[in-house]
């Protein structure tokens, strides 16, 4: 079966505010996000960037404020039947979150099995298909048990992929993985946003990621966007919130690095 | 007296919590057939966790019975065994036995189940596939855990029984013969009591699986979150599969 690939959807975020108890995560976040752009959300840890990003995907409401995809509040996106929704949303989470108890390719065609949109020979067509594309080809009938972190990271990218969603979200993808596989994870993303015109923004603190797959960065910040552009604009920025953000990644990357040099020395 | 008015409201909270769950969760016979693969593993599982502790249990429950009854009626008449062994097995001790031994067996293992894909976003991942987590992984084990629990129950008697007339034949200090005890047995029991039983085989299944679901489902804060709610999970089974019981007696009591 022939899938029609995703199109992109834009994505507008407007002065929303959120917090848990008396604590304020967000407070007045505005950021447009055009159709088929990649956004690399960055900032610290405790900034808030995955709230934002599981606001975005309807996971949670915010306390005030609105978010719109593809022209739609995220509520009434979220309240359509599955199969009158004009576009799809799919996210791969920081920690795969594959169901423990099916297999890859299970795992794959889940949406697909569920709403029951398609046969079993398109489902397994598809899987193939994916898993080919995030080079994960003959590992169906694997349990992600069997998985390194690495490989779960991109099943849970196939996974996302299957469905040809419209708009991508990242939620840390790269979170506890090696500098070796972080490039690969990121490389993986930029393929995505080179091969589907789809809209994608990934939430991370890694500056690789940043680099390799964004159109466009905004830094997150005391709760707001205290930062965006391109990614050459945002390391000449002169804010001090981002200067500071930038020193600390530029160690901690100079330092993995060289972690990863000791290894391969090691190992070779 | 404001820790306890909080006790008594986080109580009232859960209970409304579990049966909001549960009206959300009963399936209609449309996506009752749909849901049916599922159920039979679920039911599978409930079985092949529980059987093997359930027999063992149950067996040594009947020859304590015969045996600690017998003590008792030495100075009277011990043609009563059979009755009292299996009208306690049926009516009490077999779906209470049962009852406590899937809550903590199954239910345990349904709360850390759902809380570990709470923790790790297995849950919101469903959520983003939309497909309700609640449809996929509540209502298949509470209708699993209301099929399941009659037939461990029934499966239960018989064995404690068994364990009863193995205890009668062996024990010197039970005068009565085995067709004495099955005779007095068989004569006494109905079908009513046997059906007491299975209604709260059903009862105690769908309660020991909604509260299991919903602590599961509201576990937050990691892996300790994880052991926290699966004990609560336990405790709150054990407590409700009790004051169900009461109620269910009370009831039965008033039956012609």
């Not at chain 1, 594959?98 to 297999?103: E, K, M, P, R, Y």
């Given at each position: 079966m022939k899938r029609t690939p995703g199109k992109g959807v834009d994505v507008k975020v407007d002065n929303v505010i959120h917090e848990y108890g008396d604590l304020r995560?967000?407070?007045?976040v505005n950021m447009d996000i055009a159709a088929g752009e990649t956004l690399c959300v960055l900032g610290g840890s405790g900034t808030g960037k995955s709230v934002l990003v599981r606001l975005m995907a309807g996971l949670e409401v915010p306390t005030s404020g609105e978010i719109q995809i593809g022209g739609m509040l995220v509520p009434e996106y979220a309240a359509l039947p599955p199969d009158e929704k004009p576009f799809l949303v799919s996210m791969v989470f920081q920690h795969s979150a594959?169901?423990?108890?099916?297999?890859v390719e299970e795992n794959i065609t889940l949406r697909m099995r569920e709403h029951r949109t398609h046969s079993e020979k398109d489902m397994h067509s598809i899987c193939e298909q994916v898993l080919d594309e995030v080079e994960m080809?003959?590992?169906?009938?694997?349990?992600?048990?069997?998985?390194s972190g690495g490989m779960k990271k991109r099943v849970a990218l196939a996974r996302a992929l299957a469905v040809n969603p419209d708009l991508l979200f990242y939620d840390e993808?790269?979170?506890?993985?090696?500098p070796v596989l972080t490039e690969q994870i990121g490389l993986l993303i930029a393929r995505v946003r080179r091969d589907r015109p789809i809209t994608q923004v990934v939430v991370t603190h890694d500056m690789v990621i940043a680099d390799i797959v964004a159109d466009r960065v905004a830094m997150l910040g005391d709760g707001r966007i205290a930062e965006e552009g391109s990614y050459r604009e945002f390391l000449a920025s002169p804010d001090p919130g981002t200067r500071s953000f930038l020193e600390a990644a530029r160690v901690l990357t100079s330092r993995d690095q060289a972690d990863n040099k000791d290894k391969t020395g090691k190992d070779g | 007296m404001q820790r306890c008015g909080r006790t008594v409201l986080n109580t009232l909270s859960t209970l409304g919590e579990v049966l909001l769950l549960l009206g959300r969760s009963i399936p209609g016979p449309r996506s009752l057939w749909r849901e049916r693969t599922r159920i039979v593993e679920q039911m599978i599982i409930v079985g092949s966790e529980t059987l093997p502790i359930a027999s063992l249990v149950a067996f040594f429950i009947g020859m304590v019975l015969v045996v600690q009854t017998a003590d008792q009626l030495v100075n009277y008449s011990q043609e009563v065994l059979g009755s009292i062994v299996g009208l306690s097995m049926t009516k009490e001790l077999g779906p209470v036995l049962i009852a406590f031994l899937v809550a903590g067996r199954v239910g345990s293992s349904i709360t850390a189940q759902i809380g570990s894909m709470a923790v790790y976003d297995e849950l919101n991942a469903l959520r983003t596939m939309d497909i309700d987590p609640e449809r996929y992984l509540v209502t298949p084990r509470i209708i699993a855990m209301a099929l399941s629990l009659p037939v461990l129950i029934l499966y239960a008697d018989a064995v404690g029984i068994l364990g009863g007339c193995l205890a009668v034949q062996l024990?010197?200090?039970?005068?009565?013969?085995l067709a004495l005890f099955w005779d007095n047995l068989v004569s006494e029991i109905a079908m009513q009591d046997i059906v007491v039983g299975l209604v709260k085989g059903v009862v105690f299944g769908v309660t020991i699986a909604a509260v299991s679901c919903a602590f599961g489902l509201r576990t937050r804060g990691g892996t300790a979150g994880v052991a926290s709610s699966t004990t609560q999970s336990v405790v709150w089974s054990f407590v409700l599969v009790i004051v169900f019981d009461f109620i269910i007696v009370r009831m039965a009591v008033l039956l012609p």
């Open positions: 995560v967000l407070d007045g594959l169901l423990g108890s099916l297999t080809g003959g590992s169906n009938n694997k349990l992600p048990g069997e998985l993808p790269t979170a506890e993985l090696d | 024990d010197p200090a039970i005068d009565i013969s």
